[in-house]
């Protein structure tokens, strides 16, 4: 079973005369889409026939461009030494901005167009693109003109993005020295952060105590890249308008306040019960002061649950023809074509992820898989996101999308087949273990995501007055992580460093991408309950769901499966899915 994905069906290499063929071809499009742009507004044309050209060339842009930004990215992201990748992703960046300008001229156009509404009902085309005409105004309200957006754009090539990709090399080629059963070894960032899952407390603790020390040595790299990253961000969304960089994620996500409110005032008061779940798992471990960081991934039970891949593979397609065909034939072409790429190594970024290849309509995945019950989770988990993606390619391209918050729902309802399926068929031992490894996730997903939001609420304010120092920036996410977890972990031994190691954080213009795994979480669980109780007729609304998601607002979509995002109750109801799985956790463990 070959174990590094397959990128032949994109190109050969960075030589081949079709990529070097279809990079001209972007740079040829880039250089003239102004000019033919200005043209069009400029014609005879009817309103009509200017915004459906509009779209078509949008559409053959995004096309141009999807291949060879693929390519680029997913070679840098198992190799980021590769210059040729570097080199090729800083040019579309630039190639980009080209376009920027031209994009504002049509958006201020639009604006002006009278009853609108009447000419998109004029046109079958403009009707199916209707939700990204509409994006296009609710955008221009935040837009500046096409100088100031061009300048932006072009800033952000040496700015935020430069700084971004600063950080990822730097991070991705972090190792240190660690002794480990007597012998002395050099191992990679993610190699030290995996000893967290091992069973043997010594190792986790060395794995800890070498991830703090490594760290160190690299803060100030990153410090500054998270000083310039979100000081540029404060700048642009004064410029454009908006009253702090959370509302332009939450108008990006067409998702609005009251519905995180909601969710946000829902995990407040669940709190107490993932804390009860901590401080059990502490008390087994021998701990007085409540969970120390570097136990909270410890594996737990006599259970000792690995999965080799291919076991992995066989289990989660079986879990997925359980729910439907379909699932299970996408599962299988995935991992019978090689769309996986599994095991950690040198250069290659952490964590995991699911990326969507336009051009072939297929993905590609991420993972670094250790053999754990976790790594199966993740596997399964990225197979959402690709099954999301596989129905997402039935629509137009420019109808290809999903706001963050809502772009979790398949991965986690995948997941959740996939743990849910492994408690089933548990014996009460293996059923502790599988149980405390889901809780794990879950705890991770809710109480971690939100003090990582908190932490970048409380960066932004301190940002505002200047750069911050290393220790300024762990002093925020420590107070973050003690409201978060509270006396469930111990506060001597808190992960202060946690800011180098979430790459969204360097994400340039995706700020706050923290609280859409919460939502993904709990949004999954609650329709996951669904499911168990209509049975069939769940499928093809779930389906319905993800195909949408790139054209519609999250509240509409959830109405396609008869959910109210904006009500508290539905938040509360999916945690205490969670609260009765900490009982049961608590009951087994006695």
């Known amino acids: ?116 509404n009447n000419v998109i009902d004029s046109s079958d085309f403009l009707r199916e693109h209707s939700f990204f005409i509409e994006q296009i105004i609710i955008k221009s309200k935040y837009s500046l003109n096409e100088n100031t957006e061009e300048v932006v754009a072009k800033m952000r090539t040496t700015g935020s993005r430069a700084w971004a990709t600063l950080q990822q090399k730097t991070t991705s080629n972090i190792t240190a020295d660690i002794e480990l059963d007597g012998t002395i070894e050099t191992l990679s960032l993610q190699s030290i952060r995996n000893l967290a899952f091992e069973s043997d407390p010594v190792k986790r603790k060395l794995g800890y105590e070498a991830e703090m020390e490594a760290y160190k040595k690299h803060a100030e790299t990153s410090a500054s890249a998270l000083n310039c990253i979100k000081g540029e961000a404060l700048t642009i969304c004064d410029l454009r308008g908006y009253s ?10 067409k998702m609005n306040k009251e519905t995180l409110d909601a969710m946000l005032s829902a ?19 021998g701990h007085k002061n409540g969970l120390p960081f570097y136990d909270i991934y410890a594996p737990m039970g006599e259970e000792k649950i690995t999965y080799t891949v291919e076991e992995g593979k066989e289990f989660i397609l079986k879990q997925f023809k359980s729910y439907s065909d379909e699932l299970y034939n996408f599962a299988l072409n995935a991992f019978d074509n090689n769309w996986i790429d599994y095991e950690p190594k040198k250069g290659k970024g952490g964590g995991a992820f699911c990326a969507s290849l336009l051009s072939l309509k297929e993905s590609r995945i991420l993972l670094n898989y250790t053999g754990k019950f976790n790594d199966v989770v993740t596997l399964a988990h990225e197979l959402g996101h690709g099954f999301h993606n596989y129905n997402l390619f039935n629509q137009s391209t420019l109808n290809i999308g999903s706001p963050m918050p809502i772009s979790e729902t398949a991965s986690i309802f995948c997941a959740t087949i996939v743990k849910n399926a492994a408690l089933d068929n548990a014996d009460e031992k293996t059923a502790f273990s599988m149980l405390e490894a889901s809780l794990q996730g879950d705890s991770q997903l809710i109480i971690d ?44 031994v808190l992960h202060p460093y946690m800011w180098m190691n979430k790459v969204h954080y360097y994400i340039a213009d995706m700020d706050f991408y923290n609280f859409p795994y919460a939502f993904g979480l709990l949004f999954s669980k609650g329709i996951y309950a669904k499911y168990k109780s209509t049975g069939d007729d769940f499928t093809s609304k779930l389906n319905e769901l993800l195909s949408s998601t790139g054209k519609m607002n999250i509240s509409d979509c959830a109405k396609i ?19 009765e799985e900490i009982d049961k956790f608590i009951k087994l463990s006695n």
């Not at 200017?50 to 390519?71: D, G, M, N, Q, R």
């Open 449 to 492: 995501i939100y003090s990582r939001f908190v932490f970048e609420t409380s960066l932004f304010e301190a940002r505002k007055e200047g750069s911050l120092s290393v220790d300024k920036i762990k002093s925020l996410m420590v107070d973050a992580q003690k409201q978060a977890y509270g006396d469930g972990v111990d506060e001597t």
């Open 267 to 285: 995990i407040k008061d669940a709190m107490p019960k993932f804390r009860s779940y901590f401080k059990r798992k502490a008390e087994l471990l």
């Open 561 to 579: 499966l008869d959910v109210d995002v904006n009500s508290k109750q539905f938040w509360t109801d999916s945690l205490n899915e969670i609260g």
């Open 244 to 253: 702090s960089p959370l509302e332009q994620t939450l108008v990006k996500s």
């Open 1 to 116: 079973m070959n174990l590094n994905w397959n990128l032949d069906k994109l190109y050969s290499s960075f030589d081949c005369e079709e990529f070097t063929s279809a990079l001209m071809k972007c740079e040829q499009f880039a250089e003239v889409y102004k000019a033919r742009i200005i043209e069009l507004l400029g014609s005879n044309r009817t309103d009509r026939e200017i915004i459906e050209s509009y779209i078509k060339k949008s559409t053959e842009l995004k096309e141009l461009f999807a291949p060879v930004s693929s390519f680029a990215g997913l070679s840098f992201a198992t190799d980021s030494i590769n210059n040729k990748a570097l080199v090729t992703l800083q040019k579309l960046r630039k190639l980009n901005t080209l376009t920027v300008a031209a994009d504002v001229l049509f958006e201020n156009w639009l604006i002006a167009v009278k009853d609108i």
